[in-house]
């Protein structure tokens, strides 16, 4: 059975920082691009941020630019989350996401994780 679950979430101050992780089991995704979703109350889910299989490339969400970045272990079959510079904005559910059928952009990704909560204080 194929899992993504991911940690790391909790409450943190503005300007304070966080990383949240993400670990597969099941199989390895070191074939397929991942991703970072959120989904505050009340809105839709919105991309965060995404990291290709081959190469490396790193795509981001326009609210999170400068602030936030991934990176993947993939021995460890481990995404990573790294996010600075908090804001109250940032209050979400932080999903991680494996294999899109679009682009890295697009929700359309095959596998879910089951969230993590990020709030912010301000």
């Known amino acids: 059975q194929v899992q993504l679950v991911e940690s790391g979430g909790g409450l943190v101050q503005a300007g304070g920082s966080l990383r949240l992780s993400c670990t597969a089991s099941g199989r390895t995704f070191s074939g397929s691009a991942m991703g970072w979703f959120r989904q505050a109350p009340g809105k839709e889910r919105e991309f965060v941020i995404g990291?290709?299989?081959?190469?490396?490339?790193?795509f981001y969400g326009d609210p999170v630019k400068g602030r936030f970045t991934i990176s993947r272990d993939i021995a460890k079959k481990t995404v990573n989350l790294q996010m600075n510079n908090l804001e109250p904005e940032d209050t979400a559910v932080y999903y991680c996401?494996?294999?899109?059928?679009?682009?890295?952009?697009?929700?359309?990704?095959?596998?879910w994780g089951q969230g993590t909560q990020v709030t912010v204080s301000s």
């Open positions: 990291i290709t299989d081959n190469n490396g490339k790193i």
């Open positions: 996401a494996a294999e899109p059928t679009e682009s890295v952009y697009d929700s359309r990704y095959r596998y």
